[in-house]
């Protein structure tokens, strides 16, 4: 108890010292003094104020060293960059610099050859692309690594090294690229996708593929090609193509381009493509489809013109605006480009001694004509032939307008042996010292063809007296033969007189073996072309020359070819024009890296590339396609090659194309995915009609086989369907194409007539103008048309030796010679002819062996009584 009250003291006693102290704290210190209280606080409040002033002053200064540290920052990142792109230019400079001085090089060298600084810019860019060629050629994978070239290797070698000499100074090797791989992309296509388009193609453009049609029309294949028949619908089936690519797989348009051959097949397809896509509600200007269809020169000017906006070319001189829309196949020399021509071989022949002296001699052997083994004449018939030949060259007077001595016989002596012995020329001219004789062709000879001179017929009196000149006279003769002849002196005459009587022989020149013949520098002109297209240059020429099997004559022509050729380029260069051989070379898959330096709008307009009429396709557009294809799956673009063909329909190796690249076209078109589409219904003809046509085919070996199906089945009167009528006289031929157009023909069936001569052409279009629904055309231009009715005049046959162009075709590296080529070309072009015809063909010819008409004929007894050959098919079918 005593405890507790002592601890509740001692609680009382700390209860009231805490009391206590705790006023004492209360009061103290202001308690004492209030005034002094208010002032420290307000002292108190007024510091407190200014600190947060100057904490928000702080603030404020923070955030602004922030602001300029971040813009600091940035500027350090700035000047990094613009530190890298310094590094860049640096980089972009030196290469450039390089550059310049090895233009430098190439301009000293090429202004001592005169060449202009347009084709120094050309030759300039073909220079790189030559280097990086050289690198690229050796690394290249291509995948025809089993696979010939379209030319030797000799041939590209050569060309390398003539591109060597003509433009730069021996290139050093790049260092090898590798080279990225190639990019196959096909198509996407779901079965319901297919379902789709089969249902809405037919219902909206009313047409209806067949299977193999359909094949072709929805190949999922980057790489397909279409090995058709004739009639087979190719163009039809090549603008579905089109109109899937675009509406069902949202490819643009401006990323398809379509290849036809001629202008008229390009019109044609252009207006096809426009009624397909308005089908389906989309209208396709005139502008943007031909855009999307051209020929392969269209394509090719206009990438050139991207690069050289004032691109001239010879093709097109003094023809402003072409677009090239002709292409190889309707080329002829103009007024303009022969006078070119003309001028530079003037030029050429007065300054350059060699083309002086080979001309001379081509000129020579002109004048003599053909070694044709005259036999030697006894003196008695030599002086009976004299004794004649005065009225002989007087019954001649008058045929041919002579220049000269006022068209009056002179005399001259044979050589010094038979001096004694007296002929007579129909003119003189003394300025060229030639003797003029008129030696009139028998068709210009008309009824004097019969006229008796001493008892012996006037034309056979003018071949004796030829071969009489050719073999015993030394003076200069000019044999007159027909007009031209006597044109081409009637030029050398005037070019005499205004050239200050400087004597320039023009003359006619045609290679061995060659039928047709033209003056001198055409001739030049159209080997040239030839060779280029074969994937050569003329320079190549050079390791044929002086070949055995050329004639001495030929061998003379193509060294002044040579010569001429290299002329041309380079006066071609100086007056600032182009071929389009140049632009083909330029975009070649040997010089790849020029793709790079078109635009990506050009390059994209050629990712899906559709060709028809493949067969046809030259050596030289090979490459440049070839080198396109590479380059866009190259650089990753989604890309595609479409190309449809029917070799047996091949007729242009004449102007250097070639079936070859159909016919073999999984090796020099390889790729990773190829899908081959078969297309063997006809729609055209009846079955008698293919079956014919094949028939003329059964020997050619170089062929992919087939066989057409007719669609319309058989002919309602198969004896009457090909009906061969013996016949090579031009009246003849007229009054049965007449009797033809009575029987069969009312304004409702057309009629397609072919010829093969020029002058049957003449007589035949004289005749029969304005004849409703008739059409007169070559077999070569009815290539790709129809006719209820076709009447073809003339039989089709090869049976010439070119050595020349044999010569090129085993340098360009051909399997075949040009003669084995040109003999199956020409019945193919028979086969082309026939299938044409819808219900019925007729042929007005007569049967020579290893012509096509002759193919047709197996027996007798299809001769009926008016001596109508009703030919069947044995072979094919
Ligand atoms: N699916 C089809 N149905 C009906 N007719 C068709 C079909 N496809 C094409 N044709 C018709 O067949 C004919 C031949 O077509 P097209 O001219 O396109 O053939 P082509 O293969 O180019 O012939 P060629 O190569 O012989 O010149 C034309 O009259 C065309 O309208």
Redesign the pocket.
């Known amino acids: 108890m005593k405890k507790t009250v002592y601890y509740v003291f001692i609680l009382l006693l700390i209860v009231s010292f805490i009391s206590t102290a705790e006023i004492t704290f209360a009061f103290w210190p202001f308690g004492n003094n209030e005034g002094e209280l208010q002032k420290s606080r307000e002292q108190l409040e007024k510091d407190l104020e200014l600190a947060e002033k100057q904490r928000l002053k702080a603030e404020a200064q923070l955030q602004e060293q922030q602001q300029a540290f971040k813009q600091l920052q940035e500027q350090v990142q700035q000047q990094k960059e613009l530190e890298r792109q310094l590094e860049t230019l640096k980089q972009q400079l030196q290469t450039e610099m390089q550059q310049n001085e090895e233009y430098q090089q190439q301009i000293e060298q090429l202004q001592q050859r005169r060449f202009s600084p347009m084709w120094l810019s050309l030759s300039g860019l073909l220079f790189i692309a030559y280097r990086v060629g050289v690198a690229r050629g050796t690394s290249r994978k291509r995948q025809t690594a089993n696979t010939p070239p379209s030319t030797t290797p000799s041939t590209e070698s050569s060309r390398q090294k003539a591109q060597t000499e003509e433009f730069v100074t021996p290139p050093q090797p790049a260092p090898e690229e590798p080279s990225p791989p190639p990019v196959l992309r096909g198509f996407s296509l779901s079965p319901e996708l297919i379902q789709k388009i089969k249902r809405e193609i037919p219902q909206r453009t009313g ?4 299977d193999s ?1 359909w094949n072709m029309i929805l190949s999922t294949s980057p790489n397909t090609y279409v090995v ?11 603008i579905l193509r089109v109109l899937v690519l675009n509406h069902y797989l949202h490819i643009p348009l401006q990323q398809v381009t379509v290849f036809s051959f001629t202008r008229e097949s390009t019109r044609e397809f252009r207006s096809k493509l426009r009624e397909v896509f308005q089908a389906y509600g989309k209208q396709v200007s005139e502008r943007e489809a031909t855009q999307i269809v051209r020929t392969f020169h269209s394509k090719i000017l206009e990438l050139a013109r991207g690069k050289f906006p004032q691109a001239t070319l010879f093709e097109f001189l003094a023809q402003k605006n072409d677009l090239g829309e002709g292409g190889i196949f309707e080329s002829s020399l103009n007024d303009s480009q022969e006078q070119y021509l003309k001028e530079l071989y003037k030029e050429l022949f007065h300054s350059h001694t060699e083309f002086h002296d080979l001309i001379l001699s081509l000129y020579h052997e002109y004048l003599q004509g053909q070694d044709l083994g005259i036999k030697s004449y006894s003196e008695g018939v030599l002086s009976l032939a004299a004794a004649r030949d005065l009225a002989v060259t007087q019954a001649v007077d008058g045929v041919f307008d002579l220049p000269g001595s006022d068209n009056r016989p002179t005399p001259f002596p044979l050589s010094k042996l038979y001096q004694h012995i007296t002929f007579y020329a129909n003119a003189y001219l003394p300025e060229l010292d030639q003797y003029i004789v008129s030696i009139p062709q028998a068709a210009l000879l008309g009824e004097r063809k019969e006229m008796q001179i001493h008892n012996f017929p006037l034309g056979s009196g003018l071949s004796v007296k030829k071969n009489i000149l050719l073999k015993y006279s030394d003076a200069h003769i000019r044999f007159i033969h027909h007009e031209r002849d006597l044109n081409l002196l009637r030029e050398e005459i005037t070019w005499f007189q205004q050239d200050g009587h400087k004597f320039t022989p023009v003359f006619d020149y045609s290679i061995e073996g060659e039928i047709t013949s033209a003056v001198v520098w055409e001739t030049f002109y159209a080997v040239a072309m030839f060779a280029e297209s074969m994937g050569l240059e003329v320079q190549d020429l050079h390791k044929i020359a002086g070949h055995d099997q050329l004639s001495a004559t030929d061998t003379a022509f193509i060294k002044a070819l040579m010569i001429f050729w290299k002329a041309f380029d380079a006066k071609l260069a100086s007056d600032r024009m182009f071929r389009f051989h140049h632009l083909f070379t330029f975009l070649s898959e040997k010089h790849a890296e020029n793709f790079t330096r078109l635009s990506r709008s050009m390059l994209d307009s050629m990712a899906h590339i559709l060709i ?2 493949f067969q046809d396709i030259s050596p030289e557009v090979v490459s440049w396609i070839r080198g396109t294809v590479d380059f866009s799956r190259s650089r990753q673009h989604p890309t595609s090659l479409l190309c ?1 063909g ?1 070799d047996w ?1 091949s007729i242009y190796g004449w102007k250097g194309s070639s079936p070859r690249y159909f016919i073999e076209y999984e090796k020099e078109f390889p790729a990773e995915q190829t899908r081959r589409v078969d ?1 063997m ?4 003809s009846y079955q008698e009609i293919i079956d014919q046509a094949e028939d003329i085919l059964t020997d050619v070996k170089y062929k992919i086989p087939k066989h057409g199906k007719a ?1 319309r089945g058989r002919a309602p009167d198969p004896q009457n369907t090909v009906q061969i009528i013996r016949t090579d006289d031009e009246n003849e031929i007229s009054v049965t194409i007449r009797q033809i157009l009575r029987d069969v023909h009312d304004a409702a069936t057309s009629v397609l007539i072919m010829a093969r001569a020029n002058w049957v052409l003449k007589r035949l279009r004289a005749e029969f103008r304005g004849a409703r629904n008739v059409k007169i055309l070559t077999y070569h231009q009815s ?4 006719a209820d009715i076709c009447i073809l005049v003339g039989d089709c046959l090869y049976n010439s030796t070119i050595p020349l162009k044999n010569l090129i075709y085993e340098l360009a590296g051909c399997s075949q010679t040009y003669d084995e080529a040109q003999t199956e070309e020409a019945l193919r072009l028979a086969y ?1 002819a026939v ?2 015809a ?1 219900n019925r063909c007729y042929w007005l010819a007569v049967p020579k062996a290893g012509g096509a008409v002759f193919r047709l004929i197996h027996e007798e007894e299809d001769q009926d009584t008016k001596g109508v050959f009703h030919v069947k098919a044995v072979k094919a079918g």
């Not at 290539?783 to 129809?786: A, F, R, S």
């Open positions: 047409k209806t593929p067949t049609q058709a028949g004739a009639g087979s619908g190719k163009s039809t089936s090549l028809d009429e449809v029917d329909q297309m219904e006809n729609f055209r669609i290539k790709g048309l129809e082309v299938t044409r819808c």
